[in-house]
């Protein structure tokens, strides 16, 4: 007789955690996977209208990897002064975010928490500043 081949991901313990949630503590996640979808969407539409302007650019968008710190010596030429300085120290908080997120699986769910929050300020921060407001 076959033996079913032995899987990292258990079904039936998959099924009793279910039990101890509601629909209501999983809609948050799956609301943002949704959101994930959206800005993929998103993020394809801004790569192909920044491709459909501009082919070489677009060519050098794909490198920015390869020499980030020219990229960003670049990007600060085109910005206002009086946005500068703000951006800098939000991309200066971004650094200590991002080292921590490196290994968001050892955090408890309150620093992921807090995590996530500092991440969207940031966000929104960058948002404002940039739009203007």
Do not use: C, H, W
């Not at 313990?13 to 959101?35: A, F, G």
């Not at 929050?117 to 921060?125: F, G």
Request: charged share 35%.
């Amino acid at each position: 007789m076959l033996e079913k081949p032995k899987s990292k991901f258990d079904v039936e313990e998959m099924r009793k955690s279910l039990e101890e949630v509601t629909i209501e503590d999983i809609l948050p996640m799956v609301l943002v996977s949704i959101d994930l979808l959206r800005v993929s969407g998103d993020m394809l539409i801004a790569t192909g209208k920044l491709q459909n302007k501009s082919q070489k650019l677009y060519d050098y968008a794909l490198k920015v990897g390869e020499d980030p710190q020219s990229f960003l010596a670049m990007f600060v030429e085109k910005i206002p002064a009086e946005k500068l300085k703000p951006l800098l120290n939000l991309m200066l908080r971004l650094t200590s975010v991002f080292s921590r997120m490196k290994d968001s699986e050892k955090l408890n769910g309150n620093e992921k928490i807090a995590l996530g929050e500092e991440l969207v300020q940031i966000s929104d921060e960058m948002k404002r500043i940039i739009k203007g407001e």
